[in-house]
T-cell receptor, first 113, second 116 residues
Framework: KAGVTQTPRYLIKTRGQQVTLSCSPISGHRSVSWYQQTPGQGLQFLFEYFSETQRNKGNFPGRFSGRQFSNSRSEMNVSTLELGDSALYLC????????????FGPGTRLLVL | AQSVSQHNHHVILSEAASLELGCNYSYGGTVNLFWYVQYPGQHLQLLLKYFSGDPLVKGIKGFEAEFIKSKFSFNLRKPSVQWSDTAEYFCAVNSYYGGSQGNLIFGKGTKLSVKP
């Protein structure tokens, strides 16, 4: 069974641009969560989607948004990029709404110049 | 707000030494507890998890963790570490509220370096 895949793996953008990251969950998983990982703040929860609906949201500004499609694939968008958005963005999928065990993808490393 | 504390930022051990990594959380209700590991260049992998039942949980690669509710702790242990255990270890918690589970809250991580 294929794991969680994320594209692209690496991305370089400049301040003010926007970026879209993609995540394909493990087949059959309906819940997708996004996390931001930085050396200073560690792993921080961005949001979670289940059956195309955002169920939970972390404490991030409105520039961070996401969506989930009917096939459970999810995208995350960051608009008006800032230098501080440089991070590893991780996607995780789980079997059901209760997030009992989340399986993580390799991440997308975003560098904002 | 919930929080998860990992006491050690960086632990250095020699092979065959015993390991204990501390984890404490702040939420007083029903919780699910996890330890994840991130090997160099690899993605986060689940080591073990606790939902209910026996508070001593065994995971992969000889790791175990003990849930002590009175201490709000979920420490990770391994009797004898190997060089291949060099990695970063993350404790995570999610809790029940309103009949559904919340998002995962992660600790800041502990880097483990094992000297051959």
């Amino acid at each position: 069974k294929a794991g969680v895949t994320q594209t692209p793996r690496y991305l370089i953008k400049t301040r003010g641009q926007q970026v879209t990251l993609s995540c394909s969950p493990i087949s059959g998983h309906r819940s997708v969560s996004w996390y931001q990982q930085t050396p200073g703040q560690g792993l921080q929860f961005l949001f979670e989607y289940f059956s195309e609906t955002q169920r939970n949201k972390g404490n991030f500004p409105g520039r961070f948004s996401g969506r989930q499609f009917s096939n459970s694939r999810s995208e995350m968008n960051v608009s008006t990029l800032e230098l501080g958005d440089s991070a590893l963005y991780l996607c995780a999928s789980s079997w059901d709404m209760r997030q009992e065990t989340q399986y993580f993808g390799p991440g997308t490393r975003l560098l904002v110049l | 707000a919930q929080s998860v504390s990992q006491h050690n930022h960086h632990v250095i051990l020699s092979e065959a030494a015993s390991l204990e990594l501390g984890c404490n959380y702040s939420y007083g209700g029903t919780v699910n507890l996890f330890w994840y590991v991130q090997y160099p260049g690899q993605h986060l992998q689940l080591l073990l998890k606790y939902f209910s039942g026996d508070p001593l949980v065994k995971g992969i690669k000889g790791f175990e963790a003990e849930f002590i509710k009175s201490k709000f702790s979920f420490n990770l242990r391994k009797p004898s570490v190997q060089w291949s255990d060099t990695a970063e270890y993350f404790c995570a918690v999610n809790s029940y509220y309103g009949g559904s589970q919340g998002n995962l809250i992660f600790g800041k991580g502990t880097k483990l370096s094992v000297k051959p």
